[in-house]
Structure formats: C-alpha cells, structure tokens
C-alpha cells in the first residue's frame, strides 16, 4: 500500500520561530510538493522537487524554503513563522513523468501560529 | 496558463438524489484529468482519472468524461450516500511539466 506520511498531524508555534515540516514517501516517486490549503482557495503549489537536492518555486514560495537530502524525504520550512502561515500544510509525491500519473497525498499538517 | 475551474459549494443533497460537479478546464496540449476526494480530517485521495479526450474515469459509483470540445471533466454520482460527504476537487496535469493544477474545492454534503 503507497504511503506518504507527515510528521505531525496538529502544531501550535509562536510567531518568528522556525518550524519544520517533514514528509516521507515509500513509492521510490522522484517527485515530491508541498501544498497549503485555505479555505476557498483551494490548494496552492508552495514549492515542488523532481530529484534529490533539485527544488522549484511553485505559485507561493515566499516565507518558505524546502530541503531534499534523500529521495524519500521533502522539508518545508518556515524560516520565521508569521501568523499569515496558520493552514493546512499537504505533501504530495508522483513519478517523474508525471502527465499520467496521480499524486499522492499525506494526510496534512495543520499549523497554527500565534 | 493552466487552469481548472470548479462549481462553487456548498452542495448540500438529499442521500439517494443525482449528483453533478462542474469542472471546466484551461491547459494548452493534452491534459491528463483527475477528480480528488478528501474526507474530513484527512488527505486528498485519488478518486478517478482520464488521460485523454473521450476516455471515461469510473470508482465508487462516481463517473466523469473527458470532454475536449467542451474542456470539461464534471463528475457525476447517480445516488450519492451520506457517507459521501466531503470535498471534492478536481485537477489536471498538463504534458509539458510536473506541476498539477486544482480547483478550488466543491464540499458536498448527503443528509439522510
């Protein structure tokens, strides 16, 4: 069964500390994203990965950057937390060629800053 | 650049009662479609897909047609249950990179 797991499910942080948000993918996908969704906007494409130590801008990267050491783990990371950063935070992974293949989902963080 | 377009929700239905969410695409090429479902509380799940005009994606009940005349992708459930209730979402990937594009969400709700 593919799996893609979050390391927290619920974190509370304060403003102007730095959090980090872990995903892990057993599917050996060369592809990996990070997501935030908000209510009535849908998902947004923070920042995606198509290859270990490779990262693009997605739509909203500012605030944010992203580490990938190992093929099976994608960070995100809020350098200094501001309240505006409180969503849910969703990590996805895919083959490379991924024009035909579904994304995978975790099961989301969801991050509260205060 | 590319985009998809959903209905609006909140929808709420009757258990039993004929479903239908509108999705409409923009995308240059030949997209790949897809309908994601997500549950409270938890992830998004693939729910159904097409890979090219014509074809039709089927699971759980739930059906969608790849319509490139029209660029739409509408999903479509003849009895929905409660146990349906969530929010879907639809999707593409187009063929010229690895970025998938979503709409913005329809939550469906199925009172008994």
């Known amino acids: 069964d593919v799996k893609v797991t979050q390391s927290s499910r619920y974190l509370v942080k304060r403003t102007g500390e730095k959090v980090f948000l872990e995903c892990v993918q057993d599917?050996?996908?060369?592809?990996m994203f990070w997501y935030r969704q908000d209510p009535g906007l849908g998902l947004r494409l923070i920042y995606f990965?198509?290859?270990?130590?490779?990262?693009e801008k997605g739509d909203i990267p500012e605030g944010y950057s992203v580490s990938r050491e190992k093929k099976e783990r994608f960070s995100l990371i809020l350098e200094s937390a501001s309240t505006n950063q409180t969503s849910m935070y969703l990590c996805?992974?895919?083959?490379?060629?991924?024009?035909?293949?579904?994304?995978?989902f975790g099961p989301g963080t969801r991050l509260t800053v205060t | 650049g590319d985009s998809v377009t959903q209905m609006e929700g909140p929808v709420t239905l009757s258990e039993e009662a004929f479903l239908t969410i509108n999705c409409t695409y923009t995308?240059?090429?030949?997209?790949?479609l897809f309908w994601y479902v997500q549950y409270p509380g938890e992830g998004l799940q693939l729910l159904l897909k097409?890979?090219?005009?014509?074809d039709k994606g089927s699971n759980k009940g739930f059906e969608a047609t790849y319509r490139k005349e029209t660029t739409s992708f509408h999903l479509e459930k003849g009895s929905v249950q409660v146990s349906d209730s969530a929010v879907y979402f639809c999707?593409?990937?187009?063929?010229?990179?690895?970025?998938?594009?979503f709409g913005t969400g329809t939550s469906l709700t199925v009172i008994p």
């Open positions: 996805a992974s895919s083959r490379l060629l991924a024009e035909r293949y579904e994304q995978y």
């Open positions: 599917m050996d996908h060369e592809n």
């Open positions: 990965s198509y290859d270990v130590k490779m990262k």
């Open positions: 995308a240059t090429g030949y997209p790949s």
């Open positions: 097409a890979t090219k005009a014509d």
């Open positions: 999707a593409l990937n187009s063929n010229t990179g690895n970025q998938f594009y």
